[in-house]
Nanobody, 126 residues
Framework: QLQLVESGGGLVQPGGSLRLSCSAFGYSLDNYRIGWFRQAPGKEREGVSCVSSAGGFTNYADSVKGRFAIGRDKIKNTVFLQMNSLKPEDTAIYYC???????????????????WGQGTQVTVSS
């Protein structure tokens, strides 16, 4: 059974950085598109970023472009989300999810993803 686990969340001051990791157990993430999503209290889930199965294509929400970076660590079988210049509005629970490969691209549409982790809390506050 596919199992995804997010880690790396926490409390950080505005302007700070965090690095989230999405780890898989029992299978390789290499064959999947990976998406990072977040949900803040009272708000709809938002697709933050995604990476294609081959790793050559990435996509970001406008709200995080230039501040966040997604990437694969194939040795560790993880996908990370490096978050810099964090803002209070980045506060949310962050989830990673997998989707079957689809060409060279990825999508931030959550209905394309079928396995989800349990989430990790990110709080940006002074």
């Amino acid at each position: 059974q596919l199992q995804l686990v997010e880690s790396g969340g926490g409390l950080v001051q505005p302007g700070g950085s965090l690095r989230l990791s999405c780890s898989a157990f029992g299978y390789s993430l290499d064959n999947y598109r990976i998406g990072w999503f977040r949900q803040a209290p009272g708000k709809e889930r938002e697709g933050v970023s995604c990476v294609s199965s081959a790793g050559g294509f990435t996509n970001y929400a406008d709200s995080v472009k230039g501040r966040f970076a997604i990437g694969r660590d194939k040795i560790k079988n993880t996908v990370f989300l490096q978050m810099n210049s964090l803002k209070p509005e980045d506060t949310a629970i962050y989830y990673c999810a997998t989707a079957p490969p689809q060409g060279a691209y990825c999508s931030r549409r959550d209905d394309e993803y079928d396995h989800w982790g349990q989430g990790t809390q990110v709080t940006v506050s002074s």
